[in-house]
């Protein structure tokens, strides 16, 4: 049976069943990709409070001054008291600090953890940049361990330029904790694997 012999309605309806099959997949591969591009998105731009991350120190140290807030969260499921070892600090602009954030495993066994973080307001996180932070790997604590973590951080220069920014007189540094996924379970001092809550 040739093509020809097929009706025109026909082949409206396949061809309307193959773009919709088109059209389907391409939304699922949408899905897919819509995550990591976010989430690169908010990295490169500052987009949602996201801080850059910076590999050097600014050349200039400006007089503005502004006051960073350190605010610290746990989720559940993570047994740890997670607090800054200070409220608020006042810097300069471009002036690079080193801040640090104290954890405690409250629990009876080892337990990891890795950090979120953000900045407020959302529009200041183009210019929040981090040289340094316990946020960029998991944090393995062992049955009521306690360790201090260190932020390097500044405020980078450009934040003058911007006149959206004009009235921001204060940041807030927030962190959020979580329990880390792990691909391997955790051992007990005994080295045999540890109960997961």
């Known amino acids: 049976m040739g093509m020809s012999r097929i009706s ?12 919709c099959g088109v ?33 050097a120190a ?27 070892e200070q409220n608020s600090i006042e810097v300069k602009v471009g002036e690079v600090v080193t801040v640090s954030y104290r954890v405690v495993n409250e629990s009876a066994r080892e337990t990891v953890g890795i950090a979120s973080y953000n900045v407020s307001p959302p529009t200041v996180g183009a ?10 790997t998991d944090q393995r604590l062992k049955a009521g361990e306690t360790r201090d973590m260190a932020v390097v951080f500044f405020v980078a220069p450009d934040i003058v330029k911007d006149s959206e920014q004009d009235g921001v007189e204060t940041i807030t540094l927030s962190y959020t904790m979580y329990p880390a996924r792990q691909t391997e379970p955790v051992r007990g001092e005994n080295g045999a694997a540890a109960g997961r809550s």
């Open 8 to 19: 025109p309605q026909r082949r409206r309806d396949v061809l309307v069943a193959g773009a």
């Open 58 to 84: 600014p050349a200039d140290i400006l007089d503005r001054k502004l006051k960073v807030r350190f605010d610290a969260n746990v989720a559940g499921g993570l047994p740890w008291r997670f607090e800054p």
């Open 127 to 136: 210019y929040f940049s981090k040289i340094n932070c316990f946020c960029f």
């Open 23 to 55: 059209f389907v997949a391409a939304m699922i591969g949408a899905a897919y990709a819509a995550v990591p591009l976010y989430n690169w998105f908010c990295r490169t731009t500052g987009f949602g409070g996201t801080p850059q991350v910076a590999t």
